[in-house]
Nanobody, 124 residues
Framework: VQLVESGGGLVQSGASLRLSCAAS????????MAWFRQAPGKEREFVAT????????GYANSVRGRFTILRDIAKNTLYLQMNSLSPEDTAVYLC??????????????????WGQGTLVTVSS
């Protein structure tokens, strides 16, 4: 499974941005997908997760109410709609997928496939 993120960029504080993650290759049975992020000098951090059917979403406290995770099964694409961005959201955002359903999984070790990431920079 190959995951390719896009949509990152430089925005001002308060702006919105929508990230995409296109999945290709053989897909396993009902994979769970997620977004993580990694800021310079910090550990990889869970952002949001979603089940195969589009239900079963979960969010980190730091983004709940501002970010929305979505998936389009027909297009095999995962999205992250980010609103009210702040400089603290600056990071490389990575898309991840599991081989099997993993409801609400928020640990990076639970995910089997990873994209290369897309950089989001929020200026104050």
């Amino acid at each position: 499974v190959q995951l390719v993120e896009s949509g990152g960029g430089l925005v001002q504080s308060g702006a919105s941005l929508r990230l995409s993650c296109a999945a290709s290759g053989p897909t396993s049975s009902n994979p769970t997908m997620a977004w993580f992020r990694q800021a310079p000098g910090k550990e990889r951090e869970f952002v949001a997760t979603i089940g195969w059917s589009g239900s079963g979403t979960g969010y980190a406290n730091s983004v709940r109410g501002r970010f929305t995770i979505l998936r389009d099964i027909a297009k095999n694409t995962l999205y992250l709609q980010m609103n009210s961005l702040s400089p603290e959201d600056t990071a490389v955002y990575l898309c991840a997928a599991t081989k099997a359903p993993c409801h609400g999984c928020s640990f990076a070790s639970s995910y089997d496939y990873w994209g290369q990431g897309t950089l989001v920079t929020v200026s104050s």
